[in-house]
C-alpha cells in the first residue's frame, strides 16, 4: 500500500506484480522454468525496465542454457544499476558457459576490486586464467 500510494499508481497493480512475482518464485523453486518465463515476460509487458524481473528471467534463461538471451538482459540491467555485483555474476557466468573467458574475467575482477575478500570469485579468477594459458600459452 505505501509503495502504491509512493509511486502514485493504483495499489491493484501492486498487488497484482507481487502476486506474479512471487508466483515466479514458486516456479523456479519448483523447476517448473517455462511457466517462470511466461510470468516473468508479462510482468514485463507491465512494467518494461523492471529490472527484479528482468533478473529473474535472466536467470531462467542461464538455467535453461540459452546464454545470449541471458547475457542480454544482464547487460540491460547493468546499463541501470553498474554496481550490482549479482547480476554481474551470474553475467560472468554466462560468459564462462560460452567460453567468452575475457569477458567473464573482466565481470569477476569488477566484482573483486569491490569485495577484494571474495574467495569464490577469486577463485574462478584463478581458474580462468588457468584455463586461458593453457589455451593461448603464458604470456610471459
Not at 519448483?30 to 529473474?56: I, Q, R, W
Request: with cysteine; net charge positive.
Amino acid at each position: 500500500v505505501a509503495l502504491a500510494a509512493k509511486l502514485k499508481i493504483k495499489d491493484n497493480i501492486v498487488t497484482k506484480y507481487e502476486n506474479i512475482l512471487s508466483q515466479v518464485m514458486n516456479d523456479v523453486s519448483h523447476g517448473k522454468l517455462d511457466d517462470a518465463e511466461k510470468k516473468c515476460l508479462t510482468l514485463l509487458e507491465m512494467f518494461p525496465n523492471d529490472t527484479v524481473s528482468k533478473f529473474y528471467l535472466g536467470n531462467i534463461y542461464l538455467s535453461k542454457g540459452e546464454f545470449d538471451k541471458a547475457i542480454k538482459l544482464y547487460e540491460q540491467i547493468l546499463a541501470l544499476q553498474p554496481d550490482n555485483l549479482n547480476v554481474r555474476y551470474n553475467l560472468a557466468i554466462a560468459y564462462l558457459r560460452q567460453q567468452r573467458y575475457n569477458e567473464a574475467e573482466q565481470q569477476l575482477s569488477f566484482i573483486l576490486s569491490k569485495q577484494p575478500n571474495n574467495q569464490l570469485v577469486q577463485q574462478q579468477l584463478n581458474q580462468i586464467r588457468t584455463v586461458k594459458n593453457l589455451q593461448f600459452g603464458s604470456t610471459h
